[in-house]
């Protein structure tokens, strides 16, 4: 059973480096893009949560705003994401969310109330000079680093606080919500600023694609993650999730060719991040294990 759920958590880790891929091919722009993956990917949600598991989505209404403005920032975290890929390329906008343990490190100890992990802010230093050096070396992509940067910081924001909410209501529900809310305010601010009448510039092959996107490449993986908690531990999940930039860069540079190909020096610094989040996962760990 323990082989079997690492495999299937692999596989989800794959499906969300694989979102970045299906954002280049999606040709509609970013804001179209994160509409309608959102508006598919609750459809899919409710689908799943009231046809096949027969639950109830009755939430108390201090929930449903709670859970509202995480959405939101899961709807700007999105945007953010495929803005940079489609201003810049898959392996700029996967190398900036590295930065979200950083931000981590910075905002969950004030959200939790916990001290501040020396580790954290050591391995965050480091993040930061490999994301500056690629800022230096890739400066042609630099407004796809800022988006990319704004996407770590949106991200981080839903993550720390999507943690405060675990246990209010099942867990299908608050993915449910999250994403239903974020779509529903994107529709609100469209409608104000006139953008909503532009949403049916779309082709039927972007639509298709995005229909993919949001139900095998957002909706599964996310209720997956969900049951996989069951059988792995969180410190596992994180750390394989940490994956996701290292499975999407390789995949961009053999599928999309030219356009992904960086600087040696881009590589050396995403490699850098990567292990410290991985050496720092594992100090972590051993530090849990200390303790118990």
């Not at 949600?45 to 403005?69: H, M, N, Y």
């Not at 779509?183 to 639509?207: P, V």
């Not at 961009?252 to 610094?269: D, K």
Request: aromatic content about 16%; some cysteine; glycine content about 6%.
């Amino acid at each position: 059973m323990q082989k079997l759920a690492l495999f299937r958590l692999h596989l989800i880790v794959f499906l969300w480096g694989f979102t970045a891929i299906l954002g280049k091919m999606i040709t509609a722009n970013a804001q179209i893009l994160v509409f309608y993956r959102m508006l598919f990917a609750a459809v899919c949600l409710f689908i799943f949560i009231r046809v096949f598991k027969k639950e109830s989505i009755k939430i108390s209404k201090k929930l449903f705003f709670q859970l509202s403005a995480i959405g939101f920032a899961m709807a700007l975290h999105w945007l953010c994401f495929f803005y940079s890929i489609k201003v810049s390329n898959v392996s700029i906008a996967l190398s900036c969310l590295s930065l979200s343990t950083l931000f981590a490190a910075i905002l969950e100890p004030l959200v939790f109330k916990r001290k501040v992990d020396i580790s954290e802010i050591v391995m965050g230093t480091v993040i930061v000079s490999c994301i500056l050096l690629i800022f230096k070396t890739e400066f042609q992509y630099k407004e796809g680093i800022f988006f990319g940067i704004l996407c770590a910081v949106f991200g981080t924001i839903f993550s720390v606080f999507n943690g405060k909410m675990f246990g209010k209501t099942s867990s299908g529900n608050i993915i449910f919500y999250e994403i239903f809310s974020g779509w529903f305010i994107l529709a609100l601010i469209y409608l104000f600023s006139g953008q909503l009448f532009q949403l049916n510039e779309i082709n039927y092959r972007d639509l298709a694609l995005i229909a993919l996107l949001a139900s095998v490449f957002t909706a599964f993986p996310m209720l997956e993650s969900v049951s996989l908690m069951k059988y792995i531990s969180p410190f596992t999940l994180i750390l394989t999730v940490n994956l996701e930039p290292v499975y999407g860069i390789i995949l961009a540079f053999f599928i999309f060719g030219e356009s992904e190909h960086m600087s040696p020096v881009f590589y050396i610094a995403s490699l850098v991040m990567i292990l410290a989040i991985l050496v720092n996962g594992f100090i972590k760990a051993k530090k849990q294990k200390q303790l118990k």
